[in-house]
């Protein structure tokens, strides 16, 4: 008996892609499943962060918009109309929906079942593609060269053409697994597995793979009494594993997947059976990948709901810093992308911070970074140094408004330090009376400090000259940068001050060009990268633009680039301590990450003979620059 309402979903469904590629059998087949979705206007197919559904859609008419959530507005990113395809999401990742789906007008949607498609799928190579393609290239429909670069719908959201490349640059997986051979007992290998905390275990034979273990074969297998668990492994692992050669890409591996129906794929010497294991990916490699966007990360932290949301992408940011630096992406743009996604958690930390309050500011402030955030500088988890400025108010109103920002700036610290940055050992904190002042405050106390440069002012200078807007009115923060660029113009003693203070870290090696490291306590023996050779760039970078009237570049790198610029008689000098300076954090960055640590210092032991001489070859820009700031500032007899 026919099905006459399959039968004319089908022929919708057949003048669109990809179900044109679908012969008529299946598509029907795929028909029968559907279910037929009407939404009036403005109601919801699914909403940010709502847990994937189990089929995803197709627009028979009217139109959903899809948009996502930013200050408090519903920001609509893309519209999708009659033939187009929504909701992919569950299809090829494992989290929640990154966008809202509202429908725009009376509306009928058609709801595929993925459980129906996906066996269709994986056998049409054709359709494979496009949904991949789909999904990794932000487009509806890559085969439309008109609304080519579009937003596909809860896909990621970020319109930067490197997106789509990122898909296919090779996935990062697991190198050197743990395996088994056939003949282990599952006992001992589930044992393992757990101490190891690991979802599945290669199998091999003569180190050549021949199956896999996971913990579903351990559950529908073992859990069930099919198998007793003193059993050899060959008789419940999955045979044969499917194998693939060294750096495939995203979506290759997406589609390997796919295709066989796993969840694990074992990487090979040369892609196949009979050369030796290399590695393991999972499915949880290729969430990772997607998720490392930096902007996914970006919209899911103006998303977040709490401090866990927060901290959650923080870590993330770690990995991508990993994947950056072993993608061999300059520093620069690292930092650029970090200090981006760091002002964003701060952001989203304010935001939360007054929605628990309660209470709306009861007036104009702006929020800043200083430090090494400020200069965006700061791409391994260290302390924050953070202030607030409030406007001017009256004398009546003075204490409640100042208690408000205080109450604020604890609220934001304290989430911070969750997050993972870590309290300011000096307190220099918005949570702090001291850095929590009006406009009229932070002028004067600017104005002491240039005008009465001891050694606290200097110090403080070296800090709160380096700052960067993150919330509020930007305005307050200029009107500060005003009064500073006044008070320094031709300032001698203040810049004879700052100068010195630069000098007091000259070239990290000793008489016979060794490294000067530290003689005692917890780091004996090691190289203090941060304040034998970043800190002594930093501050020449520091002085030379601030006696130069430059605002608003705080970024030690293009400190220099500006004054290589301004500066054609000293561009080499600052040109190579621009390079020196990104080389530097490079390597404090990478030992952060080998050691989990903030990699300020350096076992010289763990360095190759290369590695060794680059980093005294940075060294050079420093007795450079540092020779600029003497015969500028007369500084030779005053230090």
Not at 30 to 40: C, F, G, R
Not at 520 to 546: C, N, Q, Y
């Amino acid at each position: 008996m026919k099905n006459a309402i399959a039968e004319r979903i089908q022929d919708f469904l057949r003048k669109f892609h990809p179900f044109k590629s679908i012969n008529d059998e299946n598509l029907l087949e795929i028909a029968k499943n559907v279910t037929v979705s009407y939404l009036d206007k403005n109601d919801y197919l699914f909403k940010v962060n709502d847990i994937t559904h189990d089929s995803f859609y197709v627009v028979a008419s009217g139109a959903i918009g899809l948009s996502i959530t930013s200050d408090s507005d519903d920001v609509l990113i893309d519209k999708c109309d009659e033939g187009d395809i929504l909701g992919l999401r569950p299809f090829f990742a494992k989290d929640n929906y990154l966008m809202n789906a509202k429908a725009r007008e009376e509306s009928i949607v058609y709801a595929i079942p993925i459980e129906v498609f996906k066996p269709i799928v994986v056998k049409n190579t054709k359709v494979l593609e496009f949904l991949l393609q789909s999904f990794a290239s932000n487009t509806r429909n890559p085969l439309d060269k008109k609304n080519k670069g579009k937003l596909l719908s809860e896909n990621v959201i970020y319109d930067d053409s490197s997106n789509e490349i990122q898909y296919y640059q090779p996935i990062h997986y697991t190198k050197n697994p743990v395996t088994a051979s056939t003949l282990d007992i599952v006992r001992y290998v589930a044992q393992t597995m757990s101490s190891k905390k690991i979802g599945s275990i290669l199998i091999h034979e003569n180190k050549l793979p021949v199956g896999i273990l996971t913990d579903k074969d351990l559950r529908s297998k073992i859990a069930t009494g099919l198998f007793p668990i003193d059993t050899t492994i060959d008789k419940i692992m999955s045979s044969p594993v499917i194998t693939v050669a060294e750096n495939i890409s995203i979506v290759e591996a997406q589609m390997m997947m796919l295709k066989h129906n796993v969840g694990h794929l074992c990487v090979t010497k040369d892609g196949t059976n009979l050369s030796e294991i290399k590695g393991i990916i999972s499915e949880h490699d290729i969430v990772v990948a997607q998720a490392n966007n930096p902007g996914v990360l970006l919209r899911q932290t103006r998303r977040a709901q709490n401090t866990e949301d927060l901290k959650n992408i923080r870590e993330k940011v770690t990995d991508l810093i990993q994947n950056s630096i072993e993608k061999d992406i300059p520093i620069y743009h690292i930092c650029s992308i970090v200090g981006e996604i760091n002002i964003a958690i701060t952001k989203r930390a304010i935001e939360q911070a007054i929605e628990k309050i309660g209470i709306p500011p009861p007036t104009q402030f702006s929020w800043l970074n200083v430090g090494s955030q400020g200069r965006k500088e700061q791409l391994l988890l260290t302390d924050q140094d953070n202030a607030l400025v409030f406007e001017d108010v009256s004398d009546e109103r003075y204490d409640e408004v100042k208690s408000y920002f205080l109450s604020l700036g604890e609220i934001v610290t304290k989430k911070l330090n969750k997050i993972g940055y870590e309290f300011c050992p000096a307190n220099m904190m918005a949570s702090n009376p001291s850095w929590c002042k009006t406009v009229s405050e932070w002028k004067n106390q600017f104005y002491n400090w240039i005008h009465s440069p001891g050694e606290k002012g200097i110090l403080m200078c070296t800090i709160f000259f380096d700052y960067d807007f993150v919330y509020g009115n930007e305005n307050l923060m200029h009107s500060i940068t005003d009064t500073i660029l006044k008070e320094t113009n031709n300032n001698q003693l203040f810049f004879a001050y700052l100068g010195a203070n630069a000098l007091e870290n000259p070239v990290p090696l000793g008489f016979f060009r060794q490294f000067l490291v530290e003689n005692d306590g917890e780091h004996k023996d090691t190289f203090d990268i941060k304040s034998r050779a970043l800190l002594p760039l930093v501050d020449a970078a520091r002085i030379l633009i601030l006696s130069s009237g430059i605002r608003n570049i705080n970024n030690t790198a293009l400190r220099f680039a500006k004054l290589a610029e301004i500066e054609p008689q000293n561009a080499i000098i600052y040109k190579s301590c621009e390079e020196a300076f990104l080389e530097l954090l490079k390597f404090r960055t990478e030992e952060g990450l080998l050691h989990n640590s903030d990699g300020r210092y350096l076992n010289l032991k763990e360095l190759t003979k290369l590695d060794k001489v680059k980093l005294k070859n940075d060294f050079q820009p420093i007795n450079d620059v540092q020779e600029i700031i003497k015969n500028r500032f007369k500084l030779t007899y005053f230090t």
